[in-house]
Nanobody
Framework: QVQLVESGGGLVQAGGSLRLSCAASERTPSSDIMAWFRQAPGKERTFVAGIKRNAGSTYYADSVKGRFTISRDDAKNTVNLQMNNLKPEDTAVYYC??????????????????WGQGTQVTVSS
């Protein structure tokens, strides 16, 4: 059972930056996909960004494209989300997710086998 632990959330002013990290408890298959989702109060959980390890491909939600960057450090079994130019509407709990056998980066929750507990990001105006 893979465990995912997020860190790096916090409170930041609009226009600021935060870097989230997600550490996996064990090395995952070379074909895996790791992603970030977020859930704002009263709203559904939505896809933010994903990265496929063996292809190095990435995919972003339109709302964060150009501001967020997803990356991974396979030596440390971690995936990171650099968030720049943050906006109040980015306020949410951010979740890390792992799809161990993904063929492509899905924007839906179902293919992801493992989830972290979430980390709060709050952007003040």
């Amino acid at each position: 059972q893979v465990q995912l632990v997020e860190s790096g959330g916090g409170l930041v002013q609009a226009g600021g930056s935060l870097r989230l990290s997600c550490a996996a408890s064990e090395r995952t298959p070379s074909s895996d996909i790791m992603a970030w989702f977020r859930q704002a109060p009263g709203k559904e959980r939505t896809f933010v960004a994903g990265i496929k390890r063996n292809a190095g491909s990435t995919y972003y939600a339109d709302s964060v494209k150009g501001r967020f960057t997803i990356s991974r450090d396979d030596a440390k079994n971690t995936v990171n989300l650099q968030m720049n130019n943050l906006k109040p509407e980015d306020t949410a709990v951010y979740y890390c997710a792992l799809d161990k056998r993904g063929a492509f980066i899905s924007i839906y929750q179902m293919p992801y086998d493992y989830w972290g507990q979430g980390t709060q990001v709050t952007v003040s105006s």
